[in-house]
């Protein structure tokens, strides 16, 4: 399963968010190192299902499907709060970089409003600067991976020269373990113009980074986005990074919460919701109520937590939604489960590949596989696009 690390300073508004989205208990509190543990659960990002277009009734088993949107499980792991130093040990250090190996995908919230310090501490609004928090845990997390890649340089060098060994495999055996692949560091090396036996302090620097954001791109989620001093800073980060979504946490987690007492209908990424039970709501609640209307979804279209679900998996990890099934005349699985699972898988992939996501036996067994919804047989170089249905035929 997709892993997405939800990262940050302490006091911006994670836990906040990793709640609203895993519909978690995850305890929040106004003070650093709230959250020392990595908290783990499930999310879903929505795609539309085939269900609707093809007048079915699906029956998902690894997935749900509400109203026509299919809603796939990622996990989402709750690391606890960086501070700057954090690579050097500082604040709870290397325990919370080590908890970002194994993501690919990195939502890192920060307090857009200016009311937390650097290092997660309470202050008058407006006071703090949210760019420089982008810039620390940037930074944070490329020493954290160069410290990995930088021991033992010298030696390892020496023995790529004496084994001619491929420098490329040599780094990607120095990164084990942290979810870098073989094709990312090539790629990542290509722009790098000096030779690696002349490469210096900052050349390794800028290989991390090059690696980084091919595999292991960043969304900048700018949480508390109703506050009054946040629309200048939005703006400002909007200017100078390219994947920003504005956010209130707080409020996808009240409006979550409402529903589930059933006094709203509301569904995450609604750009509003309906009172069901208004004897049900005290004043305060009402005022809350509007509030979020007004300053939120009125203001942003909504609260900005399931579009940054959708933003991380769809669009920086550039999946698609693919849906595998057995009998291709009845689009369902052995045991009659309509369009039973829904896949997550790159954009570019072929028909194998998706039958090695499924199990290694059916890998291994592919001879090729059915557009279900065209009854034809596809190339073996064709490309899957979302929402396609495919079955996989083996021998």
Same mark, same amino acid.
């Given at each position: 399963?997709?892993?997405?690390?939800?990262?940050?300073?302490?006091?911006?508004?994670?836990?906040?968010?990793?709640?609203?989205?895993?519909?978690?208990?995850?305890?929040?509190?106004?003070?650093?190192?709230?959250?020392?543990?990595?908290?783990?659960?499930?999310?879903?990002?929505?795609?539309?299902?085939?269900?609707?277009?093809?007048?079915?009734?699906?029956?998902?088993?690894?997935?749900?499907?509400?109203?026509?949107?299919?809603?796939?499980?990622?996990?989402?792991?709750?690391?606890?709060?960086?501070?700057?130093?954090?690579?050097?040990?500082?604040?709870?250090?290397?325990?919370?970089?080590?908890?970002?190996?194994?993501?690919?995908?990195?939502?890192?919230?920060?307090?857009?409003?200016?009311?937390?310090?650097?290092?997660?501490?309470?202050?008058?609004?407006?006071?703090?600067?949210?760019?420089?928090?982008?810039?620390?845990?940037?930074?944070?997390?490329?020493?954290?991976?160069?410290?990995?890649?930088?021991?033992?340089?010298?030696?390892?060098?020496?023995?790529?020269?004496?084994?001619?060994?491929?420098?490329?495999?040599?780094?990607?055996?120095?990164?084990?373990?942290?979810?870098?692949?073989?094709?990312?560091?090539?790629?990542?090396?290509?722009?790098?113009?000096?030779?690696?036996?002349?490469?210096?302090?900052?050349?390794?620097?800028?290989?991390?980074?090059?690696?980084?954001?091919?595999?292991?791109?960043?969304?900048?989620?700018?949480?508390?986005?109703?506050?009054?001093?946040?629309?200048?800073?939005?703006?400002?980060?909007?200017?100078?990074?390219?994947?920003?979504?504005?956010?209130?946490?707080?409020?996808?987690? =009240?409006?979550?919460?409402?529903?589930? @007492?059933?006094?709203?209908?509301?569904?995450? *990424? $609604?750009?509003?919701?309906? &009172?069901? !039970?208004?004897?049900?709501?005290?004043?305060?609640?009402?005022?809350?109520?509007?509030?979020?209307?007004?300053?939120?979804?009125?203001?942003?279209?909504?609260?900005?937590?399931?579009?940054?679900?959708?933003?991380?998996?769809?669009?920086?990890?550039?999946?698609?939604?693919?849906?595998?099934?057995?009998?291709?005349?009845?689009?369902?699985?052995?045991?009659?489960?309509?369009?039973?699972?829904?896949?997550?898988?790159?954009?570019?992939?072929?028909?194998?590949?998706?039958?090695?996501?499924?199990?290694?036996?059916?890998?291994?067994?592919?001879?090729?596989?059915?557009? =279900?919804?065209?009854?034809?047989?596809? @190339?073996?170089?064709?490309?899957?696009?979302? *929402? $396609?249905?495919?079955?996989? &035929?083996? !021998?």
């Amino acid at each position: 399963m997709l892993q997405i690390a939800v990262t940050g300073k302490p006091n911006v508004g994670k836990s906040s968010f990793f709640n609203s989205a895993t519909s978690s208990q995850v305890e929040m509190a106004d003070y650093p190192f709230t959250t020392i543990d990595a908290n783990k659960a499930i999310a879903h990002v929505i795609n539309p299902c085939p269900c609707k277009e093809l007048e079915l009734s699906c029956n998902p088993r690894n997935s749900k499907c509400i109203e026509g949107n299919r809603l796939i499980p990622v996990e989402l792991i709750d690391v606890a709060g960086l501070v700057p130093g954090a690579h050097e040990g500082k604040g709870l250090g290397n325990k919370f970089l080590d908890d970002l190996r194994q993501a690919k995908v990195f939502i890192h919230v920060i307090d857009a409003s200016g009311s937390t310090d650097e290092e997660g501490r309470p202050v008058e609004e407006g006071s703090h600067d949210p760019l420089e928090d982008i810039e620390f845990l940037e930074y944070e997390i490329v020493m954290w991976m160069y410290g990995i890649l930088n021991q033992n340089w010298s030696r390892l060098i020496r023995k790529i020269e004496a084994e001619k060994l491929d420098v490329s495999k040599v780094i990607f055996e120095q990164l084990s373990g942290t979810g870098i692949s073989l094709e990312n560091i090539v790629d990542a090396k290509r722009p790098i113009e000096n030779d690696y036996t002349k490469w210096e302090d900052e050349d390794k620097i800028q290989l991390v980074k090059n690696l980084l954001k091919i595999a292991k791109p960043m969304l900048i989620i700018a949480n508390k986005a109703d506050l009054p001093s946040s629309g200048k800073n939005i703006e400002r980060i909007k200017e100078k990074y390219p994947n920003v979504i504005p956010a209130s946490a707080e409020s996808e987690l =009240a409006l979550v919460r409402a529903n589930e @007492a059933g006094l709203i209908s509301y569904v995450s *990424g $609604d750009s509003d919701f309906e &009172i069901k !039970n208004k004897d049900g709501l005290n004043e305060n609640q009402l005022k809350a109520l509007d509030y979020i209307k007004e300053n939120v979804l009125q203001k942003y279209g909504d609260t900005g937590v399931s579009k940054a679900l959708n933003t991380a998996i769809f669009d920086l990890l550039n999946m698609i939604t693919v849906y595998p099934v057995e009998d291709e005349h009845k689009f369902t699985d052995q045991k009659g489960n309509v369009l039973p699972d829904a896949i997550l898988i790159p954009n570019g992939a072929i028909p194998r590949e998706l039958a090695y996501l499924i199990h290694t036996d059916i890998g291994d067994k592919f001879m090729h596989a059915v557009d =279900a919804r065209k009854n034809m047989r596809v @190339a073996s170089d064709y490309v899957l696009s979302n *929402g $396609d249905i495919i079955s996989i &035929i083996t !021998n």
